[in-house]
């Protein structure tokens, strides 16, 4: 059964399936979070590779740095960023806090790309935003899965 079906299947009186049936809820909001879970793990281990590589002074990743005439500080510092970052997004609490730090790292990277490479070596890096802001907007469509999951079943007990 697809997402699609799952989730966004009519119900009663014009509500999506989920919207009325605890159960479809439930699964789609696990659906979801586990989607988020992947993305999430993917996108941890390439800012990780990619900040640990920064911070051991590897010569591929400081380049950009050296033509751009920033000091070398500056590429420890984005380092510094992308683990911490590919850290946090690990963690629910900050999921969306690192997302939009790992972001703005995108934006120098998209930057870099286009103003002293090829136009299409920004491919990785505007794919890699890209997935930031799915695990930002799938985070959002958890929570909002899950309280509404909370209020059906509160009703429920009620009656």
């Known amino acids: 059964m697809s997402i699609n079906q799952l989730c ?24 979801l979070n586990r989607a988020a879970a992947v993305v999430t793990l993917a996108m941890s281990i390439v800012f990780l590779f990619s900040g640990m590589g920064k911070l051991l002074s590897v010569p591929f990743f400081h380049v950009p740095f050296s033509v751009m005439n920033l000091p070398t500080g500056f590429g420890y510092f984005i380092g510094v960023i992308e683990v911490l970052g590919a850290i946090g997004i690990g963690w629910r609490e900050y999921r969306v806090l690192s997302a ?26 505007l794919s890699l935003s890209a997935l930031l802001f799915l695990i930002i907007k799938l985070d959002e469509t958890v929570d909002r899965l899950v309280r509404f999951q909370r209020q059906l079943v509160d009703m429920k007990a009620a009656f």
């Open 100 to 125: 939009t730090a790992l972001l703005s790292v995108m934006m120098g990277a998209i930057y870099y790309h286009f103003n002293y490479e090829t136009t299409l070596s920004a491919l990785p890096a």
């Open 8 to 31: 966004l299947a009519k119900g009663n009186e014009d509500k999506t399936a989920a919207e009325t049936d605890p159960q479809k809820l439930f699964i789609c909001a696990n659906t």
